[in-house]
């Protein structure tokens, strides 16, 4: 079943465009936007799942911490464009 959130009016790159039926959810910057936090977990979050396997086995960290030896805290501060990512990803959500 198609939900009809997106239009075609050609074959040119600018013929597309959203349906009035697309959540706002969904539209950058729209107010309630959640985008940014879906970005962020596929920049920074979602290689960790591939060693689920060994954190279960160990009990161990399998994030920034287990590669560095630095509080996952030091890691979201080492560049502005992290700490950016994050707090659009934390402001998204807490709307």
Do not use: C
Not at 28 to 45: H, S
Not at 47 to 62: H, I, M, N, V, Y
């Amino acid at each position: 079943m198609a939900l009809k959130f997106h239009d075609r009016a050609g074959d040119e790159p600018d013929a597309h465009s959203n349906t009035p039926r697309v959540p706002s959810s969904s539209i950058v910057k729209a107010l309630g936007y959640i985008g940014d936090i879906v970005e962020m977990a596929n920049a920074r979050l979602y290689r960790f799942w591939a060693d689920l396997s060994e954190a279960l086995k160990t009990g161990r960290p399998q994030n920034k911490v287990k590669h560095s030896g630095q509080p996952m805290i030091a890691k979201l501060y080492e560049t502005p464009e992290r700490f950016e990512q994050f707090l659009n990803a934390m402001s998204g959500i807490a709307d």
